[in-house]
C-alpha cells in the first residue's frame, strides 16, 4: 500500500548500504511503492520511482543511500559523533521484520523487555525495574529525546568484562529513524552510538539498517556485527509475534507505566505530525 500522508513523504529514508550496490540495475522499495536503483559505471547513483518521470533526490550520508518520495522540510538529521575519527564505524547490514517501522522504533525506546527478550546480555532477573527517566519532545529540533535512562546490564556491549549500570540517552529523530547513546565499556566520558535506520517498504514490512559508531579499539569488526545482529533477531521474533500489527494510535485503555513514557511521547509526536503510515489510522 502506497502512502499517503504527506508527514512520512516529505522524509528522508535509508534504502541501501551505499558500499553494496552494485553496477547495474537492483531493485527496492518504500513506503509501497517500487524503485529502482541504477549505478553507472562512474559510481554515479540514480534512483526511479514507478510511475515518475523524475529521478528521486538521493543523497549519501553515514555510509547509506537516502531518498525520499516528497519534499523533505531539512536535511538529514546530524550525529555529530560520526564525524570524530577515533570512531569504529560498524555497518550492521539490513535486516527484513514483518512489522510496522513505527513499531520497530517503539521495540528500540523500551527498556522494559531488556531482561526478558536479551537476558543474560542487556538484561537479567531480577533487575528488572525501570528506574525514572525523563522525556520530552524538544521543539527547536523536533526530535524526542529521553535522557537519564538507566538500566543494570549483565554484558552491555561486547568490550563488556562484567555487569554494569547502564546509563542511555535516546533520540528519535524522524518518525523511522532513531539512535541510541549508551554507556561506553572503554571510556568514562563519551557514549557508544547505536542508529537505528528504518526504511518501511508496506505498512507491515520493512528492513532496518543498524549502524554503530564505537569506541573501542580490541574487538573484531565481524564479532561486533554478530554481537547486534544477535540482539536484533531477538528483538525481531517479539516484532513479528505483536499484534495488532500496525501501531495502535486511539487514546489507550491500559494505565501507563514509568516504562512506556518514551512510548506515550513517540505516539503523541506522531500524531501531532499526522503519521499515519504503519498505524491504526492508515486509511485504507
Ligand atoms: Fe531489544
Not at 5 to 11: E, G, H, M, R
Not at 45 to 72: N, Q
Not at 167 to 174: E, F, K, L, S
Amino acid at each position: 500500500m502506497v502512502a499517503t500522508d504527506k508527514a512520512s513523504l516529505d522524509q528522508w529514508y535509508v534504502i541501501e548500504t551505499e558500499a553494496v550496490i552494485p553496477i547495474g540495475t537492483m531493485s527496492n522499495r518504500l513506503l509501497g511503492v517500487d524503485l529502482k536503483v541504477i549505478r553507472s559505471d562512474d559510481g554515479t547513483i540514480i534512483v526511479h520511482a514507478e510511475r515518475r518521470d523524475e529521478p528521486l533526490p538521493t543523497k549519501t550520508r553515514f555510509g547509506f543511500l537516502w531518498t525520499t518520495l516528497g519534499t523533505p522540510e531539512r536535511d538529514i538529521f546530524p550525529v555529530p559523533e560520526t564525524d570524530e575519527p577515533d570512531r569504529r564505524y560498524v555497518p550492521c547490514g539490513a535486516v527484513s521484520v514483518r512489522a510496522s517501522g513505527l513499531r520497530i522504533v517503539e521495540n528500540f525506546l523500551d527498556m522494559a523487555h531488556f531482561p526478558f527478550v536479551h537476558t543474560d546480555i542487556l538484561g537479567a532477573e531480577p533487575n528488572t525495574e525501570v528506574l525514572h527517566y525523563n522525556v520530552e519532545i524538544r521543539r527547536d529540533v523536533d526530535e524526542v529525546w529521553a535522557t537519564n535512562c538507566q538500566f543494570f546490564q549483565p554484558q552491555a556491549a561486547l568490550s563488556a568484562t562484567d555487569g554494569l549500570m547502564t546509563q542511555y540517552i535516546y533520540r528519535v529523530m524522524t518518525p523511522f529513524t532513531t539512535l541510541l547513546y549508551k554507556t561506553c565499556p572503554n571510556s568514562s566520558n563519551r557514549w557508544d552510538v547505536i542508529c537505528l535506520f528504518v526504511q518501511p517498504l508496506d505498512p507491515d514490512r520493512c528492513r532496518a539498517h543498524p549502524v554503530m559508531y564505537l569506541i573501542d579499539d580490541v574487538s573484531a569488526t565481524t564479532e561486533l556485527i554478530h554481537f547486534q545482529q544477535l540482539i536484533f533477531l531477538q528483538d525481531r521474533i517479539i516484532l513479528e509475534n505483536q499484534r495488532p500489527v500496525l501501531l495502535p494510535m486511539e487514546p489507550r485503555r491500559e494505565i501507563p507505566t514509568r516504562a512506556d513514557a518514551s512510548s506515550i511521547a513517540y505516539r503523541r509526536w506522531l500524531k501531532e505530525k499526522g503519521v499515519t503510515y504503519g498505524t491504526s489510522l492508515q486509511v485504507v
